[in-house]
């Protein structure tokens, strides 16, 4: 029932663990497919040596992160799917986790795990867990919770793939965040539900200047989803109240790490945020609401 897609581009040292995690499931996933998305390094080499246990397939052409995870999931046979990073690694209990979940929950469209966040080396510098998280969250509930900051991680979820197609599939006009943009649409088709127990390994910043790089594309990325993204799936006074103190910490965090302010694109970006910026007593009660639903997400 569950596919399993690897989205790859010069990940050669970490795709072979990636896919080892995904062939050694207590449950074993319908299938094993990786998006060889034209990469330079010796990954076909690492591909080689699972000829037979997986398929892989390679786009036409060298494609964006999105197009390449559309394009990847377009591959998939499941009724469910799920993507993960070649530098990420599931755990055993991955596929076996979520499968529980889908059969007890017929109106899911999405399924999310707990996660351990590892270093270069695979270490384990922090956990979010869901000790307190909620099983199970419908709408508006589930899309409240994640306005504030993404509380789904890509690393540990599975999601529907008619209500993917429904939900307009990962946005490519996002450079990084289409993820987060699926998980808004998809919260007005059906169910959130947590499973309780870590369900894969997150490699997070272990690549130098990898923030700075990303940076112009991260906060107008940031923008679209503040903007249009939230305010175009749901629009009251819950979700202004919400997306503001939320606009209130991009345009902080923009203003600490810009490199230059006086950037044209820079600043085109936290005139638009502005726009949706609340005033000071909506942003305490913005900030109060937004405690309310992430008291029992994962964290």
Request: proline share 3%; glycine share 4%.
């Amino acid at each position: 029932m569950i596919s399993i897609g690897i989205p790859t581009y010069n990940q050669a040292d970490t795709l072979g663990a990636t896919i080892e995690s995904f062939l050694n499931q207590s449950v074993k996933p319908l299938e094993i497919v990786v998006s060889e998305n034209w990469c330079t390094d010796h990954t076909q080499e690492v591909l080689k040596k699972f000829e037979g246990k997986i398929k892989v397939v390679r786009p036409e052409r060298h494609l964006s992160m999105m197009e390449n995870w559309n394009f990847l999931v377009d591959h998939l046979r499941g009724e469910w799917f799920s993507l993960m990073s070649s530098d990420d690694l599931a755990l055993p209990n991955f596929v076996s986790d979520i499968f529980q979940s889908i059969s007890e929950n017929e109106d899911a469209v999405l399924v999310r795990g707990p996660y351990i966040i590892i270093d270069s080396n695979g270490d384990e510098v922090d956990r979010r867990t869901a000790r307190y998280a909620a099983k199970k969250r419908d709408f508006p509930a589930n899309f409240y919770e994640q306005i504030f900051g993404t509380k789904t991680s890509f690393s540990a979820f599975s999601v529907k793939k008619r209500a993917f197609i429904t939900a307009g599939r990962f946005e490519e006009k996002l450079t990084y965040s289409g993820d987060y943009h699926l998980w808004l649409s998809l919260s007005v088709l059906g169910s959130f539900i947590t499973v309780a127990e870590p369900v894969s390994k997150y490699r997070y910043d272990y690549r130098p200047d990898i923030y700075s790089k990303r940076f112009k594309s991260l906060i107008t990325d940031n923008e679209f989803i503040r903007s249009k993204s939230i305010l175009g799936i749901y629009n009251n006074w819950v979700v202004k109240l919400i997306n503001g103190i939320a606009v209130t910490n991009s345009i902080r965090e923009i203003k600490k790490n810009a490199p230059d302010l006086d950037d044209q694109m820079v600043k085109k970006t936290l005139s638009s945020l502005y726009k949706f910026k609340n005033n000071w007593v909506y942003d305490i009660a913005g900030y109060v609401l937004n405690k309310v639903y992430r008291l029992r997400t994962i964290k």
